[in-house]
Antibody, heavy 123, light 106 residues
Framework: EVQVLESGGGMVQPGGSLRLSCAASGFTFRSYAMSWVRQAPGKGLEWVSGISGSGGSTYYADSVKGRFTISRDNSRNTLYLQMNTLRAEDTAVYYC????????????????WGQGTLVTVSS | DIQMTQSPSSLSASVGDRVTITCQASQDISNYLNWYQQKPGKAPKILISDASNLKTGVPSRFSGSGSGTDFTFTVSSLQPEDIATYYCQQYHSLATFGGGTKVEIK
């Protein structure tokens, strides 16, 4: 079964840092682009960042560019999101999602999604 | 950046009703448009890709159409289990989601 499972969320003060992880299983991880999508409490979905299968190409939403870094370790089947200089508006559930197509660098449609990990930025 | 405008933001309909949601892109995105369903407390689930391609296992009462800038998502006969929020997403340029449509039973 194709699965992705996020971890690493928690509460952090404004200006702080946090690293999220996403463990993948059930598919050839290195062959697929991956993305992070977030959802603030009671709000809609916002694509945050994507990375190609090789890790050689990365993409960011303007709202996080320069503060967040996406990376992957294909030997560990794991995706990461390093979040620095966190702000209150970064408070959200962060989902890891597998891109659907091996031919794309990023992005296509996302399937499956993990269950999400909550990040709360508050003093 | 491509903006996606989804409407309505919420709707209330009776079981068996036909429900339609629209999504408008700020520029031509061809058919690079997907639809997701998100039930409360759950992760989103892909229903339709490439504007009209129903994913495996998704009931046939769901359908999508459109190309260019204007897209439509339809539930032909609303069922109680369809209560959810629905999102469109473009992938012509990276990814952008619409604001969502919350569907409730009247």
């Amino acid at each position: 079964e194709v699965q992705v499972l996020e971890s690493g969320g928690g509460m952090v003060q404004p200006g702080g840092s946090l690293r999220l992880s996403c463990a993948a299983s059930g598919f050839t991880f290195r062959s697929y682009a991956m993305s992070w999508v977030r959802q603030a409490p009671g709000k809609g979905l916002e694509w945050v960042s994507g990375i190609s299968g090789s890790g050689g190409s990365t993409y960011y939403a303007d709202s996080v560019k320069g503060r967040f870094t996406i990376s992957r370790d294909n030997s560990r089947n794991t995706l990461y999101l390093q979040m620095n200089t966190l702000r209150a508006e970064d408070t959200a559930v962060y989902y890891c999602a597998k891109d659907a197509d091996t031919t794309t660098i990023c992005c296509n449609w996302f399937d499956p999604w993990g269950q999400g990990t909550l990040v709360t930025v508050s003093s | 950046d491509i903006q996606m405008t989804q409407s309505p933001s919420s709707l209330s309909a009776s079981v068996g009703d036909r429900v339609t949601i629209t999504c408008q892109a700020s520029q031509d995105i061809s058919n690079y448009l997907n639809w997701y369903q998100q039930k409360p407390g759950k992760a989103p689930k892909i229903l339709i890709s490439d504007a009209s391609n129903l994913k495996t296992g998704v009931p046939s009462r769901f359908s999508g159409s459109g190309s260019g800038t204007d897209f439509t998502f339809t539930v032909s006969s609303l069922q109680p289990e369809d209560i959810a929020t629905y999102y469109c997403q473009q992938y012509h340029s990276l990814a952008t989601f619409g604001g969502g449509t919350k569907v409730e039973i009247k």
